[in-house]
Nanobody, 117 residues
């Protein structure tokens, strides 16, 4: 079992920044895959960025150069630094974890990000 809790969402003006946090209930050293996904109203959930235990990251084209995913093993936390935010970034952001391909997928409850002037 892995429990995930997201935080850091809120209302921000275009061009602003936010940092999202995903805290895991156990050591993320044992979680091979972690990622951030988002879902806007009326749209499907989509990948934002992911990171694996070796440190390799993958970013969606829509956020490339603006968002950065990172992990702090000592704090059992994965972060998403979001800069140069635009209204199209408005969505509920979810954290995903998978210890291995043979194990279940775990999701957090999500945190709302709203970009508006």
């Amino acid at each position: 079992q892995v429990q995930l809790v997201e935080s850091g969402g809120g209302l921000v003006q275009p061009g602003g920044s936010l940092r999202l946090s995903c805290a895991a209930s156990r050591s993320i050293r044992s979680i091979n895959y972690m990622g951030w996904y988002r879902q806007a109203p009326g749209k499907e959930r989509e990948l934002v960025a992911s990171i694996i235990s070796g440190g390799i990251t993958n970013d969606a084209l829509a956020v490339k150069g603006r968002f950065t995913i990172s992990r702090d093993n000592a704090k059992n936390t994965v972060y998403l630094q979001m800069n140069s935010l635009i209204p199209e970034d408005t969505a509920v952001y979810y954290c995903k974890a998978r210890t291995s391909y043979s194990d279940p997928v775990y999701w957090g409850q999500g945190t709302q990000v709203t970009v508006s002037s």
